[in-house]
């Protein structure tokens, strides 16, 4: 069934099946009850991060855990006794699910029944699948509103890497907390941030007037290696003084060894950036549009490089067609291949109205 909440932020009326976005809103005047309300909530959240749904199912375990657990320790098992018995029984359950489960692979048309189940809507679970069909089960979806009744597909170019804010300080939207900017200027540093002049050539070279101030308000992202603790503090307490005038991002590289720098390479072609040192500042590159959450970034529209783009594409095929390659990587480079040649698909929702709009995101 549907949920009717006052958006607490907005003021508005929302409307939602989502059961993650429902979780959020339950709250209690009671200290207890809350704290309750909180663990169920948390372990629903997981399940979306880790599986991007089954946050009601999540929900109805947990209270089917504490209702039947009660039970038997009014019958004599006790605390210690049911907890190594549930670590047990938790095993065996994800080894029957690993058995059982069915891989996309090899029966890809099992994505229409998860589309069409997990939106309650046969045609949003149709739509989404011939999307899916189209880039791939490798390929990145963004889901964006419309100021438009009928919804429509954009593929542009772009990146989706699995690290997000380095603080959640920098988030423009604390409803969601999500940074979201368009028109961003992006840094790829190879170094670790040491100090706020390794920064510095970049605040100038996009915000700056040529003579050494700052009258700008261009968004940055970094991506960098590390960044000293103290370091990230500054950045904090000039966004929190200054947040008009100081929009930036930070996110952390995204793998390890090879991997890294392909990503990093990846981002610099779709982007026309150029990985820097402290001591070498390179190119700056430019992307229309840029979302970053708690555990991703999403780089839209970049402005690509394509003949370097392409290069990228004929050594990743190579990787794909190597006889001794493992299941992991074949996986790692498919994906990758999709993103270099496909980009992101961006679903633009569009409903007569505001409400309606929302609560039809939410099940895309």
Same mark, same amino acid.
Do not use: C
């Given at each position: 069934?549907?949920?009717?909440?006052?958006? !607490?932020?907005?003021?508005?009326?929302?409307?939602?099946?989502?059961?993650?976005?429902?979780?959020?809103?339950?709250?209690?005047?009671?200290?207890?009850?809350?704290?309750?309300?909180? $663990?169920?909530?948390?372990?629903?959240?997981?399940?979306?991060?880790?599986?991007?749904? /089954?946050?009601?199912?999540?929900?109805?375990?947990?209270?089917?855990?504490?209702?039947?657990?009660?039970?038997?320790?009014?019958? /004599?098992?006790?605390?210690?006794? @049911?907890?190594?018995?549930?670590?047990?029984?938790? #095993?065996?359950?994800?080894?029957?699910?690993?058995?059982?489960?069915?891989?996309?692979?090899?029966?890809?048309?099992? @994505?229409?029944?998860?589309?069409?189940?997990?939106?309650?809507?046969?045609?949003?679970?149709?739509?989404?699948?011939?999307?899916?069909?189209?880039?791939?089960?490798?390929?990145?979806?963004?889901?964006?509103?419309?100021?438009?009744?009928?919804?429509?597909?954009?593929?542009?170019? #772009?990146?989706?890497?699995?690290?997000?804010?380095?603080?959640?300080?920098?988030?423009?939207?604390?409803?969601?907390?999500?940074?979201?900017?368009?028109?961003?200027? $992006?840094?790829?540093?190879?170094?670790?941030?040491?100090?706020m002049q390794d920064l510095e050539?970049?605040?100038?070279?996009?915000?700056?007037?040529?003579?050494?101030?700052?009258?700008?308000?261009?968004?940055? @992202?970094?991506?960098?290696?590390?960044?000293?603790?103290?370091? @990230?503090?500054?950045?904090?307490?000039?966004?929190?003084?200054?947040?008009?005038?100081?929009?930036?991002?930070?996110?952390?590289?995204? /793998?390890?060894?090879?991997?890294?720098?392909?990503?990093?390479?990846?981002?610099? *072609?779709?982007?026309? *950036?150029?990985?820097?040192?402290?001591?070498?500042?390179?190119?700056? #590159?430019?992307?229309?549009?840029?979302?970053?959450?708690?555990?991703?970034?999403?780089?839209?529209?970049?402005?690509?490089?394509?003949?370097?783009?392409?290069?990228?594409?004929?050594?990743?095929?190579?990787?794909?067609d190597d006889v001794d390659i493992?299941?992991?990587?074949?996986?790692?480079?498919?994906? !990758?291949?999709?993103?270099?040649? #496909?980009?992101?698909?961006?679903?633009?929702v569009g409903a007569p109205t505001?409400?309606?709009?929302?609560?039809?995101?939410?099940?895309?």
């Amino acid at each position: 069934k549907n949920v009717l909440f006052n958006d !607490r932020m907005t003021g508005k009326p929302t409307i939602t099946k989502d059961g993650v976005t429902a979780a959020k809103q339950v709250h209690s005047l009671d200290p207890i009850e809350n704290m309750a309300i909180q $663990i169920v909530r948390e372990a629903a959240e997981k399940t979306v991060k880790t599986s991007a749904d /089954g946050t009601t199912t999540t929900s109805i375990l947990a209270q089917f855990l504490v209702n039947e657990g009660f039970k038997l320790m009014t019958k /004599g098992k006790t605390y210690y006794e @049911l907890a190594r018995e549930i670590d047990e029984q938790v #095993g065996r359950i994800i080894e029957y699910l690993k058995t059982n489960s069915i891989s996309v692979d090899v029966d890809f048309s099992k @994505l229409l029944n998860v589309a069409t189940i997990s939106s309650s809507n046969e045609e949003i679970g149709n739509f989404v699948y011939d999307i899916i069909k189209e880039i791939s089960v490798y390929g990145h979806i963004e889901v964006k509103t419309s100021a438009n009744t009928k919804d429509r597909i954009e593929k542009v170019k #772009g990146i989706k890497y699995n690290k997000g804010f380095y603080a959640p300080h920098f988030v423009n939207d604390t409803t969601r907390m999500t940074w979201k900017a368009s028109k961003v200027y $992006i840094v790829l540093l190879d170094d670790a941030v040491r100090s706020m002049q390794d920064l510095e050539p970049y605040f100038q070279a996009v915000n700056g007037d040529g003579h050494g101030n700052l009258v700008k308000t261009n968004p940055i @992202l970094f991506v960098v290696n590390d960044i000293e603790p103290v370091v @990230l503090q500054t950045l904090i307490n000039n966004k929190l003084m200054h947040p008009a005038h100081f929009n930036i991002m930070i996110t952390e590289h995204d /793998g390890f060894g090879n991997r890294k720098v392909e990503i990093m390479n990846d981002i610099a *072609a779709l982007t026309s *950036a150029s990985r820097s040192t402290v001591d070498n500042p390179g190119s700056i #590159g430019f992307a229309e549009e840029i979302i970053v959450d708690e555990d991703t970034t999403s780089i839209l529209g970049g402005l690509a490089e394509t003949a370097i783009v392409n290069e990228l594409i004929e050594l990743t095929k190579s990787r794909l067609d190597d006889v001794d390659i493992i299941e992991m990587d074949k996986i790692y480079y498919k994906r !990758r291949l999709s993103t270099l040649a #496909g980009g992101v698909a961006v679903i633009h929702v569009g409903a007569p109205t505001e409400v309606e709009m929302k609560e039809k995101k939410d099940r895309i």
